[in-house]
């Protein structure tokens, strides 16, 4: 591609339709995230998703007003946790899927050598 095809205004305006700023507010905080536009949607959730945990953790920690700060630390450990949980769930699930397919793969070696 050439450099006039790069630097053409309808190249300028596509690429600046990809990206558009986004104001979220986590624990309070307001926060502008330049985010491209088919996560938009994912953004949001994902803001929504952590100030839930922040209002449950909140909830639930009694005689003690944690920071912002640490409430985030909080959120941030359990969500490592929720990761490593489904990754061993899938870990799980692939070793399943592989014991099935030697049992298949068995079954059709026994299958073959009978016919």
Do not use: W
């Amino acid at each position: 591609m050439s450099q006039d095809t790069q630097n053409s205004p309808s190249s300028a305006i596509i690429a600046k339709e990809e990206f558009r700023p986004i104001d979220i507010s986590i624990a309070g905080t307001p926060h502008r995230i330049v985010c491209p536009v088919d996560e938009i949607k994912n953004l949001e959730h994902g803001a929504e998703y952590i100030n839930h945990k922040i209002r449950d953790l909140r909830r639930e920690i009694k005689h003690k007003t944690p920071t912002n700060e640490e409430f985030l630390v909080l959120v941030c450990l359990e969500l490592y946790d929720e990761v490593q949980t489904l990754k061993n769930q899938i870990t799980k699930a692939d070793d399943e899927k592989a014991k099935v397919a030697a049992m298949i793969e068995k079954i059709n070696q026994q299958a073959g050598s009978m016919l």
